[in-house]
Antibody, heavy 119, light 108 residues
Framework: QVHLVQSGTEVKKPGASVRVSCKAS????????ISWVRQAPGQGLEWMGW????????NYAQNLRGRVSMTTDTSTTTAYMDLKSLRSDDTAVYFC????????????WGQGTLVTVSS | SYVLTQPPSVSVAPGKTATITCGGD??????VHWYQQGPGQAPVLLIY???DRPSGIPERFSGSNSGNTATLTISRVEAGDEADYYC???????????FGGGTKLTVL
């Protein structure tokens, strides 16, 4: 059974950085990519980027380039999303999701991690 | 960048059929996925590749896609279907995934 379990709530000050982890289990980690999606309070879903767990290739949303970095650790089957220079409008729930090969849909999601940016 | 347009809200009585649209330029040429998100929950894949259902998704949920509009249809709506629904595509031009703005389904 596929599971994606994310790290816990974070509270950060403006200008700081945050790392969110996503521990995968129940499938061959390197055979799939992981996308990150965020959702600001009361807002819709925003795609942030994607990383291949096979070779580490990444693809970031244009509005986050330079501030976001995604990595994977195949030894622990964990994906990481780092976001730096945090601003108040980065306050959101951050989700990781497995990308289904072929269809490119997101078939399994983590439970979400609330990141609050506040002085 | 590619834009997907959804109505902010749709209301339907229990037992009736709900239709949620997702508009985009020649969206019929793209593969559309739909997600359901309950309050405080992570999204769940509902429909992939326009009309296919993952295992465990009831047949009441169906999808279609043609021209400039993709459609999610929910038959025999139940109170438990009340949620936010999002469409999604992969935009080959930008090499980005794109979500629609979401539609809140209210069951009257």
């Amino acid at each position: 059974q596929v599971h994606l379990v994310q790290s816990g709530t974070e509270v950060k000050k403006p200008g700081a950085s945050v790392r969110v982890s996503c521990k995968a289990s129940g499938y061959t980690f390197a055979n799939y990519g992981i996308s990150w999606v965020r959702q600001a309070p009361g807002q819709g879903l925003e795609w942030m980027g994607w990383i291949s767990a096979y070779n580490g290739n990444t693809n970031y949303a244009q509005n986050l380039r330079g501030r976001v970095s995604m990595t994977t650790d195949t030894s622990t089957t964990t994906a990481y999303m780092d976001l730096k220079s945090l601003r108040s409008d980065d306050t959101a729930v951050y989700f990781c999701a497995r990308v289904l090969l072929g269809s490119l849909s997101f078939d399994y999601w983590g439970q979400g991690t609330l990141v609050t940016v506040s002085s | 960048s590619y834009v997907l347009t959804q109505p902010p809200s749709v209301s339907v009585a229990p037992g009736k059929t709900a239709t949620i649209t997702c508009g985009g330029d020649n969206i019929g040429r793209k593969s559309v996925h739909w997600y359901q998100q309950g309050p405080g929950q992570a999204p769940v894949l509902l429909i992939y590749e326009d009309r296919d259902r993952p295992s465990g998704i009831p047949e009441r949920f169906s999808g279609s896609n043609s021209g400039n509009t993709a459609t999610l249809t929910i038959s025999r709506v139940e109170a438990g279907d009340e949620a936010d629904y999002y469409c999604q595509v992969w935009d080959t031009f930008s090499s980005h995934w794109v979500f629609g703005g979401g539609t809140k389904l209210t069951v009257l």
